[in-house]
Structures are given as structure tokens and as C-alpha cells.
């Protein structure tokens, strides 16, 4: 299994040197725009080789772009205007900010004196970088790929593209059964029966401030509670963003290496359950798919795995007697009480301790298999 992450690179230019970062970056931007232009004239020309062609020469003579500079603006707008074609969109795509691409052993490499050398408009510069929290993608284990040139405070970043293959261990130390929801983000137990709770009461309420400004900003309907209204809607995703990841960082951590975590499959979930209305922003703009997807490739990382189920009747079964029906989940007390057996306990553990046991079974199979 091939896992692609982004490693994130810190420069450290001299002064001379930041100059000619931002010059590139400029004459970049320019002729992004220009080659935007060009193609919007010709129909959205999303094809890279008709585009290469009308623009080249331009892009190499009018703002001094290097060979691959040329090339890469070009592929650049092409996929641009490609996936505005695919939404249905027929507008002139501006660029606003630089977007400045780097293509491994052309526009940058490593030296073997520890530092970076970087493609710029008049020359190759060499400068060292840091690579603080990101050290495992350097192991020498990782294949580099496309990077792009972030500037931000001040500060120059390259985001690279590093790939590497995976295979996931044929037997595993431990099955987490993880259970995802509102209440609790995260409820998990694992095969030694330690158990991991991590609440959602605090996020609901940010996000509920985030309900209460918006409604207020749209009620005014000015141009500057639009802008508003753009500003806090980027927050507000940076913030989930945030929370998923710390929350998926925990759980793999809490699982340790070579684990088994099993999930519910919730990829229709918002098709399937019915929401209180006062609820349902909040639900509908829960990133559980991203959640998910950070607990995937967080796990990989850890020699782990990560395994989907059917959500199906895992918070009305009893783990321990095995008897299923929608009155043993008390919802308004988030308690289970089997009707059977009489077993007790919290409705979210319940949930994970039946996807640890799916977990149990499915790994018993392949042990069995192999």
C-alpha cells in the first residue's frame, strides 16, 4: 500500500537570497496570469501541450522563467482550467497569490553538505533548512516528489510530496475497536481492555458560536458581514482540521504499533440518520470523512491498520450475550442495558467493544488464512 504525505520544509535564506525568492515568486505569479489569459481566450484551453505551445516562448522571454518554470506554469493553469471545465465553469481563472512548484532533482535537491539547492530566476541557490517534527520523511526510506514554495510571515516553506510503500503486518499486537460521534469524538478499547475517551462537548460549543455569528452577519447582509462571513468560514474549517488531527494523533498513539483500529464505515451516514433540527448543522458539517482519513494515514505511520465495517446494529448488540434489539441503547441517558442479560454500560462503549469484537474475528480469519 503506497502512502503520500506532505513534508514540510523550512528555509533559511540570506537576505540576498530571500529577494531572489520573492523576484521568482512575482515574475511566477505574472506569468501564471498571463498564461491564465491566454488560455481563457482560446476557450479554456485545459490541453498542456496546446497551451505549451501558444506560451513558452513568452513565458521564457517576457518574464526570464527557466526552462521547467515555463513548463510547470503551464501544466499549472491547464489543471486549473480542467477541473473548471469538470464543475461546469467558464470564468477567467485569476491568480491571486504566486503558486510556485518545484519538481525533485530539477528545480531543488539535496547537497551532500546538508543543505537545499533551489531553482530561482537568475540561478541555483544553495541554503540550509529545518525539518523540525518531519525527520522520519528523511530516513531515506521516502520518495520525494513535486514541492510548492509557501511564503508566509515572512517565512519561506516548501510543501513536498513524499511517497512511500507500506505493507501492513500480517499479524497485529492489538485490536482497537473505535467508535465515532458527537458526544464523544472518540471512544476506543482495545484488546487489553484499557479504554480511550475523548469528549466533543467543547467542539459542539465552538461550533455553535460559529452558528450564532454566522446568523447574525446574515441578518445584517453587508458587504462587510459577507466578508465576515468568508473570514470565519475559513476559520471554522481550520479548526475541525485542527481537532481531527489531534484527535487521530491520540488514537494512534493510544493503539500503539502494529494494531488493528476498526471504524464504522459512516460514508452514507448523513443519507441514513435522522437529526434533531436544532442539530443539524452541527452534524452535517461534522468531518467525520476527514477523521477518518487522518486516522488512516496516522496509523500506516505506526505499522498499524485501519479496518471499516458496517455500522449495523454495533450500539444495539449486546457484548455479552450477543442479543440485538433498538430498545437496548437508552439514547436520551446514554446508557445500554441489555434486555437479556441485563449488562450495563455507557452506549458509545458499548459501540467500540462490538467493533473490537468484528475486529477479533476478521483478524482470527486472516491468522487462520495465512
Not at 93 to 107: E, G, H, I, M, T
Not at 170 to 195: E, I, K, P, W
Request: net charge positive.
Amino acid at each position: 500500500m503506497e502512502l503520500v504525505v506532505t513534508a514540510k520544509i523550512r528555509w533559511l535564506p540570506t537576505e540576498a537570497q530571500h529577494l531572489q525568492l520573492i523576484e521568482t515568486m512575482q515574475a511566477m505569479k505574472q506569468a501564471l496570469n498571463f498564461a491564465s489569459k491566454v488560455a481563457y481566450e482560446h476557450h479554456l484551453l485545459s490541453s498542456f501541450k496546446k497551451l505549451q505551445v501558444l506560451v513558452y516562448r513568452d513565458l521564457r522571454e517576457l518574464f526570464g522563467l527557466k526552462s521547467q518554470m515555463a513548463c510547470n506554469v503551464c501544466t499549472i493553469v491547464a489543471g486549473v482550467y480542467a477541473s473548471m471545465k469538470s464543475n461546469g465553469e467558464r470564468t477567467l481563472a485569476v491568480f491571486k497569490k504566486p503558486k510556485l512548484q518545484y519538481s525533485y532533482n530539477r528545480d531543488y535537491s539535496f547537497t551532500k553538505d546538508g543543505q537545499m539547492s533551489i531553482g530561482t530566476l537568475n540561478k541555483r541557490i544553495k541554503m540550509p533548512f529545518l525539518t523540525k517534527g518531519q525527520e522520519r520523511y528523511f530516513d531515506g526510506s521516502w520518495e520525494f516528489g513535486t514541492g510548492t514554495l509557501v511564503y508566509k510571515k515572512g517565512k519561506f516553506y516548501l510543501h513536498v510530496a513524499a511517497k512511500k510503500v507500506i505493507h501492513p503486518p500480517s499479524v497485529y499486537q492489538h485490536v482497537v475497536g473505535v467508535d465515532m460521534g458527537m458526544r464523544f469524538l472518540v471512544t476506543a478499547v482495545d484488546s487489553r481492555n484499557r479504554h480511550l475517551f475523548i469528549k466533543g462537548t467543547p467542539i459542539q460549543s465552538v461550533k455553535a458560536r460559529y452558528v450564532r455569528l454566522r446568523k447574525e452577519l446574515q441578518q445584517r447582509n453587508t458587504k462587510s458581514a459577507k466578508r465576515k462571513l468568508k473570514k470565519i468560514a475559513g476559520q471554522e474549517n481550520r479548526f475541525m482540521t485542527n481537532v481531527n488531527h489531534c484527535v487521530s494523533k491520540a488514537l494512534v498513539q493510544f493503539a500503539g504499533k502494529h494494531s488493528l483500529l476498526v471504524l464504522e464505515d459512516l460514508t452514507d451516514i448523513n443519507d441514513t440518520v435522522c437529526v434533531r433540527k436544532k442539530d443539524r448543522y452541527v452534524r452535517f458539517t461534522w468531518a467525520f470523512a476527514q477523521l477518518r482519513l487522518f486516522i488512516e494515514y496516522k496509523a500506516r505511520l505506526h505499522d498499524s491498520h485501519v479496518l471499516a465495517v458496517p455500522p449495523a446494529y454495533t450500539s444495539q448488540q449486546c457484548p455479552t450475550c450477543g442479543f440485538t434489539h433498538k430498545n437496548n441503547r437508552k439514547k436520551q441517558i446514554h446508557t445500554f442495558i441489555c434486555g437479556a442479560c441485563g449488562y450495563t454500560s455507557n452506549d458509545d462503549r458499548v459501540g467500540a467493544l462490538n467493533l473490537r469484537q468484528k475486529g477479533m474475528e476478521y483478524h482470527h480469519g486472516v491468522t487462520a488464512q495465512a
